[in-house]
């Protein structure tokens, strides 16, 4: 069936340019919360493109966003199901799950994202959440880790690490990051009320006292 969003005589490549205006519409209405007009572009998007998976991630954003779960998780779903490898499809059903406190779906979820994706910044921040409500840091560690060696200056990505690594008892590599840290932001309270707790830990172990 036609619509009026794909004439049958329009050109190819004046879809291709048509459906990009209309995802990054979509985007632009959803940064500034106005969701009723970025569903209306997604959707339209939708129709010009239905086997792109992007219009179906914006679409779980916005239902996300305004905290309907299960319809998000189905608009996540799709996304997932046209490109397979849509890593924002996965972070987007990770959200869905550390929302609904099932940490282990989320888990697995986040690191289907970065492993297509390793610089997924919301992923990496999402499985660094999950990991302290489960308490299993080296997974999350290894990718954090992979994500600072291509952006070594992020300073809440080295937070994230060096709070791991003091949970993970590597308390000398948690010195040193909060200390790097505390060059760039030496008025970083939480760096450096961190890094007290960790070079107390340090004294303790030489003195052999367990803390």
Same mark, same amino acid.
């Given at each position: 069936?036609?619509?009026?969003? +794909? ?7 004046? &879809?291709?340019?048509?459906?990009? /205006? ?9 940064? *500034?919360?106005?969701?009723? +007009? ?25 239902? $996300? ?10 608009? $996540?779903? /799709? ?10 499809? $996965?972070?987007? &059903? ?5 929302? +609904? ?9 986040? &690191? ?8 997924? *910044? ?25 994500? &600072? ?7 809440? /990505?080295?937070?994230? *690490? ?12 948690? +010195? ?7 060059? $760039? ?9 961190? *890094? ?14 367990? /803390?």
């Amino acid at each position: 069936m036609e619509t009026k969003n +794909r004439p049958a005589d329009m050109p190819e490549h004046a &879809l291709t340019q048509h459906y990009e /205006v209309l995802k990054e519409l979509g985007d632009c209405y959803t940064s *500034l919360a106005e969701y009723s +007009r970025a569903k209306e572009q997604y959707e339209q998007a939708a129709q010009i493109a239905p086997d792109e998976a992007m219009p179906y991630v914006g679409l779980g954003v916005i239902e $996300f966003q305004q905290g309907k779960l299960d319809d998000a998780e189905l608009a $996540f779903k /799709v996304a997932k199901r046209l490109d397979p490898k849509c890593s924002r499809a $996965f972070c987007g &059903l990770a959200m869905v799950h550390q929302q +609904r406190t099932n940490y282990s779906q989320a888990l697995e979820f986040y &690191l289907n994202c970065l492993e297509l994706d390793s610089e997924n *910044l919301t992923a990496l921040l999402g499985l660094f959440q999950t990991s302290i409500q489960m308490g299993s840091f080296s997974k999350v560690i290894h990718y954090l880790e992979l994500y &600072l060696n291509s952006h070594p200056a992020d300073l809440a /990505v080295m937070f994230c *690490l060096a709070t791991l690594y003091d949970r993970d008892r590597r308390l000398d590599d948690a +010195r040193k990051l909060l200390l790097d840290i505390l060059v $760039f932001t030496p008025e970083n309270t939480d760096a450096a009320n961190l *890094l007290e707790e960790v070079e107390h830990k340090l004294a303790s172990s030489l003195n052999g006292v367990n /803390v």
